[in-house]
């Protein structure tokens, strides 16, 4: 298994999915701490995101697939979310 100096396996096995994914979930686990209201505002919508749990299942899934997903999620997610364009609005699930 190969690894980053940050400690996310950059391959492609289960185990490295595996990995990433409670990478992924640790990280949620922190930002929610932190972000207690679970929202950022989104300076192009000038409207708040809601993070819910159904947003870190998925993620969870979908960004432990890559490396890149992983790093850029656990690096850059506040920001993305700040600064993220509408492409198409779709109506919410309904947890």
Same mark, same amino acid.
């Given at each position: 298994?190969?690894?980053?100096?940050?400690?996310?396996?950059?391959?492609?096995?289960?185990?490295?999915?595996?990995?990433?994914?409670?990478?992924?979930?640790? %990280?949620?686990?922190?930002?929610?701490?932190?972000?207690?209201?679970?929202?950022?505002?989104?300076?192009?919508?000038?409207? %708040?995101?809601?993070?819910? #749990?159904?947003?870190?299942?998925?993620?969870?899934?979908?960004?432990?697939?890559?490396?890149?997903?992983? %790093?850029?999620?656990?690096?850059? #997610?506040?920001?993305?979310?700040?600064?993220?364009?509408?492409?198409?609005?779709?109506?919410?699930?309904?947890?």
């Amino acid at each position: 298994m190969t690894k980053t100096s940050t400690e996310i396996p950059i391959g492609t096995t289960p185990e490295e999915i595996k990995i990433r994914k409670q990478i992924i979930r640790d %990280f949620y686990a922190v930002w929610n701490a932190a972000n207690p209201t679970k929202q950022v505002y989104n300076t192009n919508l000038k409207e %708040f995101i809601n993070v819910c #749990f159904l947003s870190i299942q998925e993620t969870s899934l979908i960004a432990a697939n890559k490396y890149s997903s992983t %790093f850029a999620l656990t690096h850059y #997610f506040t920001e993305i979310l700040e600064l993220a364009h509408e492409v198409r609005r779709t109506p919410p699930k309904i947890e």
